[in-house]
């Protein structure tokens, strides 16, 4: 079965094809600047890559251009959009959704009532999926949610301690988010320890971050909350700080909320403290020449995930590993070094050598540490691929 997988975001359309159920990436692409007056389309196909350059104007012109390069004759992978079965879509807030489910009008409906948590990424995702619905009329069409890893935590881990009628009322609660990877590494992880469950504290590190305490297989709490927003530092975004400051800066700035809204997400975090980059790479070769800023939010951002792995050991009780995923976490030794710095009484020991080089599924923790430490990389589409095939299957 040939299954395509779909991460659709507000201007661009990520995808990949899977031929299942052996799992085998076929065909793979990235559309870029939907809207704008020239977009860009890289799609590889049969062992060679194409790009495209041309104005593409909304997600359905752009699914319809998706398609036309995978039935291409030189660079597609089928002949007939007939072929592509099922359609796997990532979808960011799923609310209470527990599983990736098959996609119908109430589906449709809780994505759409979930796009006020979510507005960066909810309706883009709506697109994708009615996109694909115009072209695709006989395909089946899977929701794989972000937040639905996360919905075995207990009522003590997702609620805030607000008063009870806005969760009753609103659904004010953590949902949590990346659901998708840190499902993923988890299950890469058990093959690497040769164990059948565990109880490990995964590391999603990239523009966007998250840090999750997994028990026996469960997600029991997450960084992210009833947003993205919460918990670690990010590329852009603040992570936990004072609620206050938030009407404290309205009063003195005269700011609304959506323009608040906009600082929290898009101009704080990395960004907000180095005022140079929200990329990781960029801040380490600055901080390498001197710069006590990129410094310092290096720093902040290192000490922050510390404080969450130490919190979450202290959830679990018992650790067997901590895995490092996403892209900073599979790439950055440094940073992996530095969160894990000064904590061997937690009976972590980190071997610096093997740190340097650890890639994809790799074990950089000291013949004497007493919890493992794993690099693994992430795959999303692949899980999302697994999930659809199972579902429609």
Do not use: W
């Amino acid at each position: 079965m040939k299954v395509l997988v779909i991460n659709s975001g507000s201007s661009s359309i990520k995808y990949q094809v899977f031929a299942m159920p052996e799992e085998k990436v076929i065909s793979k692409g990235l559309l870029e600047r939907i809207g704008e007056s020239e977009s860009n389309l890289k799609h590889t196909g049969n062992d060679k890559t194409k790009e495209v350059k041309k104005p593409v104007k909304d997600h359905a012109e752009g699914m319809t251009l998706i398609f036309s390069m995978l039935t291409d004759n030189e660079y597609g992978v089928i002949k007939d959009v007939s072929e592509i079965k099922a359609v796997g879509h990532r979808i960011v807030h799923g609310g209470s959704f527990t599983k990736s489910t098959l996609i119908d009008n109430d589906v449709i409906k809780a994505i759409e009532e979930y796009s006020d948590l979510s507005p960066l990424h909810n309706p883009p995702n709506l697109v994708g999926i009615k996109a694909c619905q115009e072209i695709l009329k006989d395909a089946k069409m899977v929701a794989c949610f972000d937040t639905g890893f996360h919905q075995t935590m207990p009522e003590h881990s997702y609620l805030y301690a607000l008063p009870y009628e806005y969760y009753e009322k609103y659904k004010v609660r953590r949902y949590g988010f990346h659901g998708t990877s840190h499902k993923y590494v988890y299950a890469e992880a058990l093959k690497m320890l040769k164990k059948d469950s565990a109880n490990i504290i995964t590391c999603h590190l990239g523009n966007g971050a998250s840090v999750t305490a997994i028990k026996n297989g469960e997600s029991i709490d997450t960084s992210m909350g009833l947003t993205p927003l919460e918990g670690l530092i990010m590329g852009t975004r603040s992570g936990d700080m004072d609620p206050a400051i938030v009407t404290y800066l309205m009063d003195k700035t005269g700011s609304s909320t959506k323009e608040m809204n906009n600082i929290l997400n898009k101009k704080s975090g990395l960004i907000g403290i180095s005022e140079i980059s929200n990329d990781m790479r960029n801040l380490i070769a600055e901080a390498d020449k001197g710069n006590k800023r990129a410094s310092l939010a290096i720093k902040m951002f290192c000490y922050r995930i510390k404080k969450y792995v130490g919190s979450y050991m202290a959830a679990l009780g018992t650790v067997d590993a901590i895995i490092f995923t996403g892209g900073i976490g599979e790439n950055n030794a440094y940073i992996r070094s530095s969160v894990l710095e000064n904590m061997e009484f937690f009976g972590i020991k980190v071997d610096h050598e093997k740190n340097k080089v650890a890639r994809d599924a790799a074990s950089f923790s000291h013949a004497d540490s007493k919890i493992e430490l794993l690099v693994i990389s992430t795959d999303e589409e692949k899980a999302i691929a697994i999930d659809t095939y199972n579902i429609v299957k």
